[in-house]
């Protein structure tokens, strides 16, 4: 294998270390879903338009896409933490624990809490012993925000240059070209495949909570917070769908036992039939079962945390094309 693919190889497995120790997984995520969307609307613009027109047409594209993305995080941020959100979570919480200890054994209903009040003092004490490390967290999020809104440019930017003509690429920079290329190629399969599987995921739960249950006069709380989050959640690939699950099940167990056995059967039923869209989605674009995603997600998980069980299905996807390409399997 020449000098120059393999500088490149190794320069790309110390940018994922990079990327995942110094925690900039989100800029670079922001920045490959701004390249890869302005790519895909610029290239439906008419071939036979003057080159000024042209690259006028880029720039408010990519400045579209930066400012839908931008507005669509603060819209959902603000969605969850607003009205409805965290402060009535809590509450739909209280009175699911009430309503858990009517018909639990009593060794397990002793040792809930009888009200949400009673956590207040182990939370202080929490708060006591970690205030200083809770207070870098406001700041920690401006860092993470800034850096998203770098990554959005610089994604944008990229995306500009694509369109450049460059008729000679030194080996290395070519070799670096085919490792970028590969990466934006894995993230737009796996991410934009789990994008729609997730809103299938969203609608079937939507369609269960909204209609399927009013049908039989029952009403579960928080279906503002439940039913973005199934979305959010859903993005991540096999443990997002368990996270909703757990949620959803746990709200409708706080309505009654039966409900909650409903709410199960009903999602079981989903993620069965969703293990063919899956398959068809996600197996058809990367060639990859669910088996193997979650073998990536568990090891880079306890490597690199949770930016390391984020990034895993990219960057798996990203290796296996790697090899294929290399016609290593």
């Given at each position: ?135 870098t967290v406001g700041m920690a999020?401006?860092?993470t925000s800034a850096h998203v ?181």
């Amino acid at each position: 294998m020449p000098g120059p693919i393999v500088a490149s190889y190794l320069l790309a497995a110390f940018a994922v270390l990079l990327v995942l120790h110094f925690h900039l997984l989100p800029a670079v995520f922001a920045g490959l879903a701004v390249h890869i969307l302005t790519i895909k609307l610029a290239r439906r613009l008419p071939a036979n338009w003057a080159r000024w027109a042209h690259e006028i047409a880029l720039a408010v594209i990519t400045v579209l896409v930066i400012s839908v993305l931008i507005g669509a995080v603060l819209g959902l941020w603000s969605f969850m933490l607003g009205k409805g959100g965290v402060g009535t979570l809590l509450a739909t919480v209280a009175d699911t624990l009430e309503k858990l200890r009517l018909f639990l054994p009593a060794s397990v209903a002793n040792a809930l809490p009888d009200r949400v009040d009673e956590l207040h003092e182990p939370l202080t004490q929490m708060l006591r012993e970690h205030g200083r490390k809770i207070s870098t967290v406001g700041m920690a999020g401006f860092k993470t925000s800034a850096h998203v809104v770098l990554g959005l440019v610089v994604g944008g930017m990229i995306a500009l240059r694509q369109f450049n003509k460059v008729q000679c690429w030194s080996p290395l920079s070519a070799a670096l070209h085919a490792r970028s290329k590969a990466l934006a190629d894995a993230f737009d399969k796996v991410v934009f495949a789990q994008v729609k599987i997730s809103a299938l995921n969203t609608f079937l739960t939507a369609l269960y909570l909204l209609v399927v249950l009013p049908l039989f006069d029952i009403h579960l709380p928080l279906l503002t917070v439940i039913i973005p989050l199934t979305f959010i959640v859903g993005l991540l690939p096999v443990v997002g769908n368990l996270i909703s699950n757990t949620v959803i099940v746990l709200i409708s167990l706080g309505v009654s036992p039966g409900v909650a056995v409903a709410s199960l059967v009903f999602l079981v039923v989903i993620h069965k039939l969703e293990y063919f869209t899956n398959a068809r989605i996600v197996g058809g674009e990367v060639k990859a079962g669910a088996w193997e995603l979650l073998c990536a997600m568990l090891i880079m998980e306890a490597v690199f945390g949770v930016a390391g069980l984020v990034a895993a299905p990219v960057a798996y996807a990203w290796l296996k094309a790697e090899m294929k390409a290399k016609e290593l399997i």
